[in-house]
């Protein structure tokens, strides 16, 4: 049976389209005046292995990211690890999480500009930046900001969406790293030496 | 091509059907196995590579994540126990008001459920199989500890299983054929509690190796157990009797084999199995005699299926219990942080056990029994933290990580769910699985019984890790909000009675003659606690010895 849609549905479409007619030419102008980061001087990350497809300039801002993720102390954090290549790795296969990644370097920039009348994250200090990236740290969003994060970013909550990604994956990259194992003191996986001397305590 | 007619048809390779295969190709009989999962390589486990605890690496493993079911209406909270929610410091995560659907860990493959299980062997006490005659709640057992007692002394022997002997809370027996393990060092510090308390914390009995059998090497203690054991000292099916019965000559397994119909002839025996492969392919396996040990949740499933002019209600259920008195794992943890570093994930899954509450004691405010032990679960390395425990992110986190890695251990307890006939497995019409078979439908509460129980364990384990000396606890769950089950049982009980069972106290089908039950379906009760796995193969053991020598008869 064919259903009338409800005033609330219709309302919504009829702004969605406003907003879409309005926020076109002014997304296209956006689009273009961030993509200038992309060709930015790349910031070089010094590995021997290289980046296959981060510019270096996307490349440079995740390496930063996971960095405050997993920082350095008296302990190698996830720069030390080279997160950064793995995260690589994984945007060769996979080309939305690629389009995530970008975007959320486009998010942070957009935020460091906004926030601190800065072109770039990088330019940021530290507190500053951790200031944005904590805007990740929650799910909520108005129901026109996902909108906007869609039409903009093409991601809906690309603040949430991008930074639980990138932590969760560097979580997993930095703790299957023998670097990452040093830091809790854990000797590697379970085979095959095992634990021949988990009955002796210390 | 029809296939050709074996003498046994056995449905299901895990603890019961891998026993019933076995035996009775040792006895001489042609047998055809069929599995419904595939056959695992344990060299793909992967728990010797950098990133073995990654998600991509969930996916050749037996993990025990099989999920095809549905359930029946979520149970309403009974706030009177609100102190029994699920917490963690990641917050709550379990409804406030209904007790979340269940989630059913389980194996689909050759050696079923003891792919993933801990490898604990544990016999049941004598008074788990008299609980209404002698201690006045749920129901007797046709059959007695002394008549079980030769096949879990036959079984140790073929696992290899390892324990002390002189648990009091167990009858006197002769020693096990292996030595215990030792106490991991974890394990020895949570005990400092238990024995401040006055309990026991007994090394628990396992079929993991302490000392080499045959080629397979004794444990090396790396409680990857539930991943699967790659080195084979964990005595499931797939690496002890499958590949033994295939030895014989007279065994096929087929795997990813699910089974469909059990179709009966003109007198009403059963005369094979239909099956599909992989593809959607239907097969008919013809086969003298069935033994159905697809699991408590499966075979009722099937059972309940196979329709007929002559079973209208699902086959081999005059009694219409058949699906009925599900009996769930009734589980609380206490997730604990200890000061020192006791290496918590060094070790075998669940070590130690303490048997002090495992017989039902009318001076408590509940009916069943209740055995209390220590786990590293599914904290092993340290990724695992992050999801568990430690979210965050800078240097906070990293801290909180030194803090808590390898210091973190699970007291739990698990409890006897008392059998009640509402609580059942019947067939959800509105779904199927790729084969169009309805799915399972579980439905199950908790009763006042039940929460009592909870309760106690709660307050048990806190007074235990309290007299241990405990740091910090980082989180309780338990199964009055969240309800997680890896042991089932009760839903095709054994009985004397036609009316009021479903099998005979041999696991052979009241009103199918040639069709056996050889899982944890037939129990009647769940031992106060005690894990399922060395029953259900001691009964699947006794039942092939039996069809062993009524074959000899001519009476099948």
């Given at each position: 049976m064919h259903k009338h849609p409800s005033r609330r549905t219709l309302l919504k479409w009829t702004g969605l389209g406003l907003l879409g007619a309005g926020v076109g030419p002014g997304l296209a102008w956006l689009i273009n005046r961030s993509g200038h980061h992309l060709s930015s001087a790349p910031e070089p990350l010094g590995f021997s292995d290289p980046v296959l497809v981060f510019t270096a300039y996307e490349a440079a801002v995740l390496h930063e990211v996971t960095g405050f993720i997993?920082?350095?102390?008296?302990?190698?954090?996830?720069?030390?690890?080279?997160?950064?290549?793995?995260?690589?790795?994984?945007?060769?296969?996979?080309?939305?999480?690629?389009?995530?990644?970008?975007?959320?370097?486009?998010?942070l920039d957009d935020q460091a500009s906004s926030r601190y009348d800065q072109l770039r994250f990088l330019d940021l200090s530290p507190e500053q930046c951790e200031s944005i990236l904590s805007l990740g740290d929650s799910s909520e969003r108005s129901f026109l900001g996902k909108v906007w994060d869609k039409l903009y970013y093409g991601h809906s909550r690309i603040a949430f969406n991008f930074f639980q990604r990138i932590r969760r994956l560097t979580f997993s990259i930095f703790y299957s790293h023998p670097l990452g194992w040093k830091v809790v003191g854990y000797e590697g996986p379970p085979q095959f030496s095992g634990n021949l001397d988990y009955h002796l305590c210390d | 091509m029809a296939a050709e007619e074996v003498d046994v048809c056995v449905i299901g390779s895990g603890a019961g059907g891998g026993v019933a295969a076995y035996a009775l190709a040792t006895a001489g009989f042609s047998i055809v196995v069929l599995e419904a999962g595939p056959r695992f390589d344990p060299a793909l486990y992967a728990l010797d590579e950098t990133e073995w605890e990654s998600a991509a690496k969930l996916l050749k493993i037996p993990a025990g994540n099989s999920q095809n079911f549905t359930s029946?209406?979520?149970?309403?909270?009974?706030?009177?126990?609100?102190?029994?929610?699920?917490?963690?410091?990641l917050g709550r995560f379990a409804s406030p008001t209904h007790r979340s659907p269940p989630q059913i860990f389980r194996v689909k493959g050759v050696g079923g459920c003891t792919l993933h299980y801990q490898g604990e062997a544990h016999r049941f006490s004598p008074h788990g199989f008299v609980s209404r005659s002698e201690l006045g709640y749920a129901d007797d057992w046709p059959i007695r500890y002394e008549d079980l007692e030769p096949y879990y002394e036959r079984m140790e022997r073929l696992l290899g299983v390892a324990g002390d002997h002189r648990n009091p809370h167990k009858p006197p027996r002769l020693p096990f054929p292996n030595p215990p393990h030792f106490l991991s060092c974890a394990t020895q510090r949570v005990k400092q509690g238990f024995d401040r308390l006055g309990l026991t914390l007994w090394p628990n009995s396992l079929a993991i190796l302490s000392r080499p059998k045959g080629d397979r090497p004794p444990c090396n203690y790396c409680n990857g157990c539930e991943r699967g054991c790659m080195t084979g000292a964990k005595s499931s099916m797939d690496v002890t009797l499958i590949p033994q019965a295939e030895a014989t000559g007279r065994v096929r397994v087929i795997s990813n084999a699910m089974a469909r119909d059990i179709p009966l002839?003109?007198?009403?025996?059963a005369k094979g199995v239909t099956y599909f492969d992989r593809s959607g392919v239907e097969h008919f396996q013809p086969a003298k005699l069935v033994v159905l040990a697809a699991g408590a949740l499966e075979s009722p499933r099937l059972l309940l299926h196979a329709t007929s002019n002559r079973f209208s209600d699902g086959l081999a259920?005059?009694?219409?219990?058949?699906?009925?008195?599900?009996?769930?794992?009734?589980?609380?943890?206490?997730?604990?942080?200890?000061?020192?570093?006791?290496?918590?994930?060094?070790?075998?899954?669940?070590?130690?056990?303490?048997?002090?509450?495992?017989?039902?004691?009318?001076?408590?405010?509940?009916?069943?029994?209740?055995?209390?032990?220590?786990?590293?679960?599914?904290?092993?390395?340290?990724?695992?933290?992050?999801?568990?425990?430690?979210?965050?992110?800078?240097?906070?986190?990293?801290?909180?990580?030194?803090?808590?890695?390898?210091?973190?251990?699970?007291?739990?307890?698990v409890g006897e769910h008392l059998p009640h006939p509402d609580n059942r497995i019947t067939l959800d019409e509105e779904a199927r699985d790729s084969f169009g078979i309805p799915l399972p439908k579980v439905t199950v509460a908790l009763s006042q019984n039940e929460l009592d129980m909870l309760d106690f364990m709660r307050s048990q384990a806190r007074a235990i890790l309290g007299a241990a000396g405990v740091k910090e606890i980082l989180g309780e769950i338990s199964a009055y909000d969240t309800d997680y089950i890896s042991h089932m049982s009760g839903t095709c009980r054994m009985g004397t009675d036609p009316q009021s069972s479903v099998v005979n106290e041999f696991c052979q089908s009241h009103d199918v003659p040639n069709l056996f039950i050889t899982d944890a379906s037939c129990f009647v009760t769940e031992g106060g606690g005690d894990s399922p796995s060395l029953t259900i193969q001691a009964l699947a053991l006794r039942a092939s010895d039996y069809i062993a020598a009524q074959a000899k008869k001519g009476n099948l």
């Amino acid at each position: 049976m064919h259903k009338h849609p409800s005033r609330r549905t219709l309302l919504k479409w009829t702004g969605l389209g406003l907003l879409g007619a309005g926020v076109g030419p002014g997304l296209a102008w956006l689009i273009n005046r961030s993509g200038h980061h992309l060709s930015s001087a790349p910031e070089p990350l010094g590995f021997s292995d290289p980046v296959l497809v981060f510019t270096a300039y996307e490349a440079a801002v995740l390496h930063e990211v996971t960095g405050f993720i997993i920082p350095t102390d008296h302990d190698p954090g996830a720069k030390e690890a080279k997160v950064i290549l793995e995260l690589d790795r994984l945007a060769q296969k996979d080309d939305r999480f690629l389009s995530l990644c970008r975007q959320g370097v486009r998010w942070l920039d957009d935020q460091a500009s906004s926030r601190y009348d800065q072109l770039r994250f990088l330019d940021l200090s530290p507190e500053q930046c951790e200031s944005i990236l904590s805007l990740g740290d929650s799910s909520e969003r108005s129901f026109l900001g996902k909108v906007w994060d869609k039409l903009y970013y093409g991601h809906s909550r690309i603040a949430f969406n991008f930074f639980q990604r990138i932590r969760r994956l560097t979580f997993s990259i930095f703790y299957s790293h023998p670097l990452g194992w040093k830091v809790v003191g854990y000797e590697g996986p379970p085979q095959f030496s095992g634990n021949l001397d988990y009955h002796l305590c210390d | 091509m029809a296939a050709e007619e074996v003498d046994v048809c056995v449905i299901g390779s895990g603890a019961g059907g891998g026993v019933a295969a076995y035996a009775l190709a040792t006895a001489g009989f042609s047998i055809v196995v069929l599995e419904a999962g595939p056959r695992f390589d344990p060299a793909l486990y992967a728990l010797d590579e950098t990133e073995w605890e990654s998600a991509a690496k969930l996916l050749k493993i037996p993990a025990g994540n099989s999920q095809n079911f549905t359930s029946g209406p979520p149970q309403p909270l009974d706030p009177r126990y609100e102190h029994l929610r699920a917490w963690s410091q990641l917050g709550r995560f379990a409804s406030p008001t209904h007790r979340s659907p269940p989630q059913i860990f389980r194996v689909k493959g050759v050696g079923g459920c003891t792919l993933h299980y801990q490898g604990e062997a544990h016999r049941f006490s004598p008074h788990g199989f008299v609980s209404r005659s002698e201690l006045g709640y749920a129901d007797d057992w046709p059959i007695r500890y002394e008549d079980l007692e030769p096949y879990y002394e036959r079984m140790e022997r073929l696992l290899g299983v390892a324990g002390d002997h002189r648990n009091p809370h167990k009858p006197p027996r002769l020693p096990f054929p292996n030595p215990p393990h030792f106490l991991s060092c974890a394990t020895q510090r949570v005990k400092q509690g238990f024995d401040r308390l006055g309990l026991t914390l007994w090394p628990n009995s396992l079929a993991i190796l302490s000392r080499p059998k045959g080629d397979r090497p004794p444990c090396n203690y790396c409680n990857g157990c539930e991943r699967g054991c790659m080195t084979g000292a964990k005595s499931s099916m797939d690496v002890t009797l499958i590949p033994q019965a295939e030895a014989t000559g007279r065994v096929r397994v087929i795997s990813n084999a699910m089974a469909r119909d059990i179709p009966l002839d003109k007198m009403g025996k059963a005369k094979g199995v239909t099956y599909f492969d992989r593809s959607g392919v239907e097969h008919f396996q013809p086969a003298k005699l069935v033994v159905l040990a697809a699991g408590a949740l499966e075979s009722p499933r099937l059972l309940l299926h196979a329709t007929s002019n002559r079973f209208s209600d699902g086959l081999a259920n005059r009694s219409g219990l058949v699906g009925r008195n599900f009996m769930e794992t009734l589980v609380y943890f206490n997730i604990a942080l200890f000061e020192d570093p006791i290496h918590s994930y060094k070790g075998t899954q669940i070590d130690a056990r303490c048997w002090d509450f495992n017989q039902s004691d009318p001076q408590r405010a509940f009916r069943g029994g209740v055995v209390f032990g220590v786990s590293a679960l599914n904290l092993l390395g340290p990724l695992s933290y992050t999801k568990h425990l430690v979210r965050g992110w800078g240097l906070q986190h990293k801290q909180r990580m030194r803090e808590l890695f390898g210091r973190v251990i699970h007291l739990f307890a698990v409890g006897e769910h008392l059998p009640h006939p509402d609580n059942r497995i019947t067939l959800d019409e509105e779904a199927r699985d790729s084969f169009g078979i309805p799915l399972p439908k579980v439905t199950v509460a908790l009763s006042q019984n039940e929460l009592d129980m909870l309760d106690f364990m709660r307050s048990q384990a806190r007074a235990i890790l309290g007299a241990a000396g405990v740091k910090e606890i980082l989180g309780e769950i338990s199964a009055y909000d969240t309800d997680y089950i890896s042991h089932m049982s009760g839903t095709c009980r054994m009985g004397t009675d036609p009316q009021s069972s479903v099998v005979n106290e041999f696991c052979q089908s009241h009103d199918v003659p040639n069709l056996f039950i050889t899982d944890a379906s037939c129990f009647v009760t769940e031992g106060g606690g005690d894990s399922p796995s060395l029953t259900i193969q001691a009964l699947a053991l006794r039942a092939s010895d039996y069809i062993a020598a009524q074959a000899k008869k001519g009476n099948l």
